[in-house]
């Protein structure tokens, strides 16, 4: 099962989900640090402040936890668009966990100081 926190478009893999996400132009694959996120194409890095979360895709394997997982669309603050994936659950990476905790968390400020 894949959901999706902005659009209804059901994707039944992975790779089909990134595929489809790249063609809308999310072409960088970003990784997270104690820094913050790093950009692999253009090795910049960037602060929670400095990216927003477009969209999300999380997927469920029917028959084995590992299988779980979850795709981030990220914009930079630059206009760079890319990728962060992670497993969640037990599998999940805390930096990335605390990194996305972060970023939402920013966001739920400015929409109630608005």
């Not at 790779?15 to 997270?32: D, I, P, R, Y």
């Not at 400095?50 to 999300?56: A, G, H, L, T, Y």
Request: charged fraction near 25%; include cysteine; glycine fraction near 6%.
């Amino acid at each position: 099962m894949v959901q999706s926190k902005l659009s209804s478009t059901e994707m039944k893999t992975l790779s089909a989900c990134t595929k489809m996400l790249e063609e809308k132009g999310f072409n960088t694959q970003f990784l997270v640090s104690k820094e913050g996120i790093k950009s692999v194409a253009s090795d910049r890095l960037y602060k929670p402040e400095q990216v927003s979360i477009v969209d999300f895709y999380r997927f469920e394997g029917n028959s084995d936890p590992e299988d779980n997982a979850i795709v981030y669309a990220i914009e930079a603050i630059s206009g760079e668009r890319g990728l962060l994936i992670d497993a969640y659950g037990s599998e999940a990476d805390a930096n990335i966990s605390d990194f996305v905790v972060h970023i939402e968390s920013i966001h739920k400020k400015e929409h109630t100081n608005n």
